[in-house]
């Protein structure tokens, strides 16, 4: 139990945000249960603005649509254009932070709320912080 409670830890501390396939699914389905109230439903809910954003400026493990750049092409890039990426992933918002429907399907909706329902006062206790620190 300890060794697989290391190995939960270790994953979660330092695989970068979004290298989890579903990952980005399952924020969202926390984070319109939290925002709106309501269980989303499948084919018809989407995922998170937070990630489609993420998707566009910084590197995923998938290949088209899920993510816009590799980690070669993410690389690639001048050092600024790298660190305006990540700032953008790490700067709390200005306004409201809260869930905002993206164009991206939501595959994870068909799961009972249960587990989710429980992720709801950590993620609203994290209302005020950047995406990156809402999701760790």
């Known amino acids: 139990m300890i060794a697989f409670a290391a190995l939960s830890l ?5 695989l970068p945000h979004g ?23 499948l084919g018809e809910d989407t995922m ?11 590197p995923g493990p998938y290949a088209k ?18 660190a305006k990426a990540v700032s953008a992933w790490r700067t709390k918002p200005s306004g409201p932070n809260r869930y905002a429907p993206s164009r991206r399907a939501n595959w994870e909706a068909q799961h009972p709320p249960l587990y989710y329902a429980l992720l709801v006062p950590a993620y609203k206790l994290a209302a005020g912080e ?6 760790l």
């Open 48 to 58: 998170d603005a937070a990630w489609e954003r993420r998707y566009n400026r910084l």
């Open 130 to 135: 950047s995406p990156a620190q809402r999701v």
């Open 19 to 41: 290298e989890g396939f579903d990952e980005p699914a399952h924020y969202s389905y926390v984070a319109l249960l939290a925002d709106e109230g309501r269980i989303p439903v």
């Open 10 to 14: 270790a994953q979660v501390f330092l």
């Open 65 to 82: 649509p899920m993510t816009k750049v590799t980690y070669r092409q993410f690389f690639e890039q001048p050092d600024e254009t790298r």
